[in-house]
């Protein structure tokens, strides 16, 4: 139930805390509630993340600089690049893996409704069916 009388609350860039751990990139926590997870991802300048799922998360990622690469679907064969501006959506359990093929580092806020853990490291990417 909602409750109108919650006051909004504030977390400071000095704040966030380490986040969960996927080889290639470096995440912060700002809010972690039972349905929902936000913080930021750094990504170095040619790094290439390990494959991983969100579980139940739906996961939105706003890029604030540098660019993303997504490597999703089947054999991981779906490839997206996303820059300044731009947002991703990661619907929740899909196999996927980020990369920066730019030369600067990479940053992205991002936001995921869902519950239980919000990152599940894989060997691989998806199968084809």
Do not use: K
Not at 94 to 108: F, L, T
Request: hydrophobic fraction near 30%; aromatic fraction near 4%.
């Amino acid at each position: 139930m909602h409750d109108p009388a919650l006051p909004c609350s504030l977390v400071t860039a000095d704040e966030l805390q380490p986040g969960d751990p996927t080889p290639g990139m470096s995440r912060r926590v700002a809010l972690n509630t039972e349905t929902m997870w936000s913080g930021t991802v750094d990504t170095d300048a040619g790094a290439v993340s390990g494959w991983h799922h969100h579980g139940d998360h739906d996961t939105t990622l706003y890029i604030v600089s540098g660019t993303l690469r997504l490597e999703s679907g089947p054999g991981g064969e779906s490839v997206i690049e996303a820059g300044p501006g731009d947002f991703l959506r990661v619907p929740a359990g899909a196999i996927h893996r980020e990369s920066n093929p730019g030369d600067q580092s990479s940053r992205a806020v991002i936001v995921r409704c869902g519950s239980g853990p919000p990152t599940i490291n894989v060997e691989g990417p998806a199968d084809h069916a």
